[in-house]
């Protein structure tokens, strides 16, 4: 789903504080799920199945595909690792260990309000996670470097795109996975952060409807929080309404 697709809804502030209660709720029912669903999946995604000799390793086993993957990996990286990182194009194997520990972070995005182009708003969703294997550098602090709020460390921040794109990669190479994903009841997408250089990271996103007040509205919110960040608040008759992979897939069978 796109920032444009987002739904609008007018709403009171007595709705607005009982759906933020609900997604607060909700929101971090989700989070417990997914991270509960990842640590059982974690044996699944070992980065070496996928890069085989190209990642250092205790193993010097041949893996059969990992040429065409690191191939695929260095094209991915070096299009984007000049770009706001400054890094150096070419990855020298063995790379670094990638761990196959699996994290997950809330989406977020900004919001340029409507009539003011140089207001924005941060946005997290409760419904949508990125997901990736774990670093040392997760997203919000490699954007930090990248707006200077960080001292840039280079090391972390190749480490940083390694550990997306080697997601990206692997439920493209094993998607077998990203169905599995599916049957718990997630959408599985890829998403190109613009902010940073067009990075591509894996998004799970749970089957819960959500929306946006009108811009007026997350106008007055913030004012009075006096801190530019909002939430997506998820429909009131959202549960109700989640549909049920398994009963659809025997319908079109």
């Not at 044996?43 to 990992?66: C, D, M, N, Q, W």
């Not at 952060?193 to 007055?220: K, N, R, S, W």
Request: proline share 8%.
């Amino acid at each position: 789903m796109t920032i444009q697709e987002i739904p609008r809804k007018s709403l009171d502030s007595q709705e607005f504080l009982q759906l933020r209660q609900a997604t607060e709720r909700m929101g971090k029912v989700l989070q417990q799920r997914l991270k509960e669903h990842l640590t059982i999946l974690r044996p699944l995604f070992i980065p070496r199945k996928l890069l085989g000799t190209y990642i250092r390793s205790a193993s010097s086993e041949e893996v059969h595909g990992s040429d065409k993957a690191f191939a695929d990996l260095q094209e991915r990286y070096a299009a984007i690792c000049e770009e706001p990182f400054a890094l150096p194009r070419k990855l020298q194997p063995p790379l670094p260990p990638i761990s196959n520990f699996l994290e997950s972070t809330p989406f977020q995005y900004w919001l340029t309000l409507e009539g003011d182009s140089d207001r924005s708003v941060l946005i997290t969703s409760a419904t949508r996670f990125v997901i990736s294997f774990q670093s040392e550098c997760p997203l919000a602090r490699l954007k930090a470097m990248l707006d200077g709020s960080e001292a840039r460390q280079p090391d972390d921040m190749r480490q940083a795109l390694l550990s997306h794109l080697a997601m990206v990669l692997f439920l493209e190479y094993f998607p077998a996975l990203g169905r599995l994903l599916e049957d718990l009841n997630y959408r599985v997408e890829t998403h190109r952060f613009a902010d940073l250089g067009g990075l591509e990271a894996v998004v799970l996103t749970a089957p819960l409807q959500t929306f946006l007040p009108p811009d007026d509205f997350i106008v007055e919110v913030t004012q009075l929080s006096g801190i530019p960040a909002f939430q997506e608040l998820i429909e009131k008759d959202a549960i109700d309404a989640i549909p049920d992979p398994l009963r659809e897939a025997l319908r079109a069978g």
